[in-house]
Nanobody
Framework: QVQLVESGGGLVQAGDSLRLSCAAS????????MGWFRQAPGKEREFVAA???????YYRSSLKDRFTASRDNTKSTVWLQMNRLKPEDTAVYYC?????????????????WGQGTQVTVSS
C-alpha cells in the first residue's frame, strides 16, 4: 500500500525558510518521479516542483529561484526547501508519487498523494 507522509509545515514570517519532507513507502521509490503541489484557499491545486528518479528537477518557473526539491532514494524521502517565503506561498503542500520515472507538472501524472502539510506565511 502506497503511503506518502508529509511533514515540516508550519507558521512562519515572510522571509523565513521551511523544509518540507515526504516519507514514501509501498512502491518502488527509486524508479518513481516525485512531485510537490500546493493548494491555497479558494484556488486550484498547482504544480510546485518535481524530482525524477535520478534527482533531476523541474520547477514552476516563478518558484525556481526560491524553492529546491531533492530526494534520497536510500531513505525513500523527498524534500522541498523553501526560502524567502512570501505570504502568497501560504497553502497546503502535497507530495505525490508519479506514474513514471520522469518529471511532470500535470497532476494527472501522479497516482498517489499525501495528506498535505499546511504552510502559513505571515506578513
Amino acid at each position: 500500500q502506497v503511503q506518502l507522509v508529509e511533514s515540516g509545515g508550519g507558521l512562519v514570517q515572510a522571509g523565513d525558510s521551511l523544509r518540507l519532507s515526504c516519507a514514501a513507502s509501498g512502491f518502488n521509490f527509486d524508479i518513481t518521479a516525485m512531485g510537490w503541489f500546493r493548494q491555497a484557499p479558494g484556488k486550484e491545486r498547482e504544480f510546485v516542483a518535481a524530482v525524477n528518479w535520478m534527482g533531476g528537477t523541474y520547477y514552476r518557473s516563478s518558484l525556481k529561484d526560491r524553492f529546491t526539491a531533492s530526494r534520497d532514494n536510500t531513505k525513500s524521502t523527498v524534500w522541498l526547501q523553501m526560502n524567502r517565503l512570501k505570504p502568497e506561498d501560504t497553502a497546503v503542500y502535497y507530495c505525490a508519487a508519479g506514474s513514471s520515472r520522469f518529471n511532470s507538472d500535470n497532476a494527472g501524472s501522479y497516482g498517489s498523494w499525501g495528506q498535505g502539510t499546511q504552510v502559513t506565511v505571515s506578513s
